[in-house]
Structure formats: C-alpha cells, structure tokens
T-cell receptor, first 118, second 112 residues
Framework: AQTVTQSQPEMSVQEAETVTLSCTYDTSESDYYLFWYKQPPSRQMILVIRQEAYKQQNATENRFSVNFQKAAKSFSLKISDSQLGDAAMYFCAYRSTNYGGSQGNLIFGKGTKLSVKP | DTAVSQTPKYLVTQMGNDKSIKCEQNLGHDTMYWYKQDSKKFLKIMFSYNNKELIINETVPNRFSPKSPDKAHLNLHINSLELGDSAVYFC???????????FGSGTRLTVV
C-alpha cells in the first residue's frame, strides 16, 4: 500500500521569504499523481499544485513550485514571497493513475502547519 | 456557483442519535467520496462511489452508510452516533483518471 510522509509537523516563515515543505512517499507504481492541498482556518481544502509522475518538469503555479525527485520519492513544495494568507495546513497527497476501486483514492500525509510572521 | 456543497456545515447532536450529511456536486464528475478528518487533522477515506461501484474502507463502522440517489449526490448517514464520531467530514468529487479532487467545505460533527 502507498504511504505519504510529511516529516515537519510545523514550519514558520517570515513574510516575503521562501519556505520549503517536505513530502516523501512510498509506492511500487511507476505512474501516479502527486498533489499539495492547502487548508486554511476556514477548513476548505484548496488544491495548490499537482504533478504527474511521468512528467520530469517540475510543476509551477505562480509563487508555488515543486521539487519532484522520482527516484528519491520526494515531492517538496516551495512557497516564494510568502504572504500572510499562505498561513494554513498543507497536505501532500498521492493518487494512483489506476482508476476504479480503492486505487482512485487520495492518500494524504499528516500535514504541515505553516505560520507566516509579519 | 458552489462546485461541491455540503449541508449542514455544523452539526451538534447527542450520543445515540441518527444523523445525515448531504453532499451535492454540479461538476458532472463521475465519482464521489467521503473523507473523515480527525482531531489531529488526519484525512482518511471512508467511501468512494461511482455509478458502478461502492468501495467501503474496511475500517469504517457499519453504522456509517453512503446513499446516492443520483450521480450528483452522495449523502452520509450515521446511526447510533458515538463520541468518537466527532470529526470534520468532507465530501469530494473527481472525474476520470485525472487525479485531482474538488472538496466541499466540510461538516463539523460534534457528538455530546
């Protein structure tokens, strides 16, 4: 079974600085999807960024980018120019490309709580 | 327009009661899910359902049952509520093999 590990329960960053959140995963599959979700205090789950494993190029969405190291099974999230609104729980998640049954489920890490200091 | 909507947002009830949480999606997605987020923020799948198949996580007590009147709705029924059922419950939907989910805003269930 696949697992997702986020080793940093909490992180802190100064406003306008850059922070990197770590995520590792374990799988025997060669193709899959990886995601970062943000959960602010409003508790809404917001998709931040996604990566298809077959793509070597790291995904980027404005101030958010990932460092995807497939061989190392590592998927870190970099937030540049941090803003107060970035303060939230961040969840790394894995999903198989197989569709059907339980394989389509998102498997989440335990989350990293990010604080942004003004 | 809200893509995935859940009602109610908050639910406080006594032990032993039966309650339901409703979920509707207007995205035309073919699969819907229920996730439970515990007090430590851990998210775990409870059910996934599409037109063909209901998949139940084996750890979910049979007091929990999903009901889907149509493709756009997946409601969650909980019988004989227990204190340990207190959590935030999220509904979500997805389409095809593209991986991302769209989540509802969650329902905070408190059992007293």
């Amino acid at each position: 079974a696949q697992t997702v590990t986020q080793s940093q329960p909490e992180m802190s960053v100064q406003e306008a600085e850059t922070v990197t959140l770590s995520c590792t995963y374990d799988t025997s599959e060669s193709d899959y999807y990886l995601f970062w979700y943000k959960q602010p205090p409003s508790r809404q789950m917001i998709l931040v960024i996604r990566q298809e494993a077959y793509k070597q190029q790291n995904a980027t969405e404005n101030r958010f980018s990932v460092n995807f190291q497939k061989a190392a099974k590592s998927f870190s999230l970099k937030i540049s120019d941090s803003q107060l609104g970035d303060a939230a729980m961040y969840f790394c998640a894995y999903r198989s490309t197989n569709y059907g049954g339980s394989q389509g489920n998102l498997i989440f890490g335990k989350g990293t709580k990010l604080s942004v200091k003004p | 327009d809200t893509a995935v909507s859940q009602t109610p947002k908050y639910l406080v009830t006594q032990m032993g009661n039966d309650k339901s949480i409703k979920c509707e999606q207007n995205l035309g997605h073919d699969t819907m899910y229920w996730y439970k987020q515990d007090s430590k923020k851990f998210l775990k799948i409870m059910f996934s359902y599409n037109n063909k198949e209901l998949i139940i996580n084996e750890t979910v007590p049979n007091r929990f049952s999903p009901k889907s009147p149509d493709k756009a709705h997946l409601n969650l029924h909980i019988n004989s509520l227990e204190l340990g059922d207190s959590a935030v419950y999220f509904c979500a939907s997805s389409q095809g093999t593209w991986g991302g989910y769209t989540f509802g805003s969650g329902t905070r269930l408190t059992v007293v």
